[in-house]
């Protein structure tokens, strides 16, 4: 499944109870009709059950200083492998034009699953991070976020894109906090823009143009695929871990909506460097 414009839309119309419960303070998360309408879209009747300390945990500030530019974490409570793993990570956005603002397909290879990553917030509302387990079992962490205006903030871009070429880095280190674990970052040069922005000289809109897929792989295996849209902040930033092993390569594919595609390669030797 992709995210497309098509998908925003068909939830776009939803949009408005949700806010006007922001000025009486947040609204019972489960009660969101845009949320009601994804839940059911994404996941049928099945059970999602709330257990932020034993499955997933979402770090996302209450109020935010730049709704263009939002840190998010999202960690798992135990090592992947292959007998449990987390299969799906979605992350949601009620308030956002396009609530489903990154999908991550995740592998065993993963060994940590904590992804860092920055995006844009359009106005008050939940901000969920959902698990699918390998065995088809799903949990949420949710919290309520204070920000508005993410998606329409002009971002610099000034929608001449005919000539850009996007870049990609990708650092590898060490993990501070997790010994035996590599932390992998990558940084992307992107307008990703929205679309919903306004040029501040012609006050046109600039057109829409953001990274749709981002696939990291070890050895030629994939260890995490995100599809996603403009959600993430310009200059996409996306950080994970996983496990340190012999010397191996990683690669990093990104692929943005007008087919253009850029790879970053690095391998294990330059931990040491």
Same mark, same amino acid.
């Given at each position: ?21 922001? #000025? ?5 998360? %489960? $009660?969101?009709?845009?949320? *009601?309408?994804?839940? =059911?879209?994404?996941? /049928? ?83 969920? #991070? ?5 065995? %088809? $079992?799903?949990?949420?962490? *949710?919290?309520?976020? =204070?920000?508005?205006? /993410? ?123």
């Amino acid at each position: 499944m992709h995210l497309r414009p098509a998908l925003a839309a068909l939830f776009l119309g939803l949009l408005a109870p949700s806010l006007l419960a922001a #000025a009486e303070g947040p609204p019972d998360p %489960g $009660s969101v009709p845009i949320w *009601q309408q994804l839940r =059911k879209h994404l996941f /049928g009747d099945r059970s999602i059950y709330h257990d932020p300390t034993g499955v997933v945990r979402l770090r996302v500030p209450a109020r935010a200083q730049d709704p263009s530019v939002v840190p998010v974490s999202i960690s798992i409570g135990f090592e992947q492998t292959e007998q449990r793993y987390v299969r799906t990570l979605y992350l949601i956005i009620d308030a956002n034009p396009s609530p489903l603002g990154v999908k991550f397909s995740l592998t065993p290879l993963t060994g940590l699953a904590e992804i860092e990553t920055r995006v844009r917030i359009e106005d008050y509302g939940w901000v969920r #991070a959902i698990a699918e387990m390998s065995d %088809g $079992s799903l949990f949420v962490d *949710q919290h309520y976020v =204070k920000a508005a205006g /993410g998606c329409s903030a002009p971002a610099g871009a000034t929608g001449d894109f005919e000539a850009f070429q996007p870049r990609a880095e990708l650092e590898l280190r060490a993990s501070d906090r997790h010994p035996g674990m590599t932390l992998a970052q990558l940084r992307v040069r992107h307008p990703n823009s929205s679309g919903l922005a306004r040029d501040p000289m012609t006050r046109l809109f600039i057109p829409s143009y953001f990274v749709r897929e981002i696939e990291v792989t070890l050895d030629g295996e994939t260890v995490l695929r995100a599809q996603t849209d403009f959600t993430l902040s310009a200059n996409p930033n996306i950080r994970l871990h996983f496990k340190t092993g012999e010397p191996r390569e990683v690669r990093a594919v990104v692929v943005d909506t007008r087919d253009r595609r850029v790879e970053a390669t690095e391998d294990f030797e330059a931990i040491a460097r």
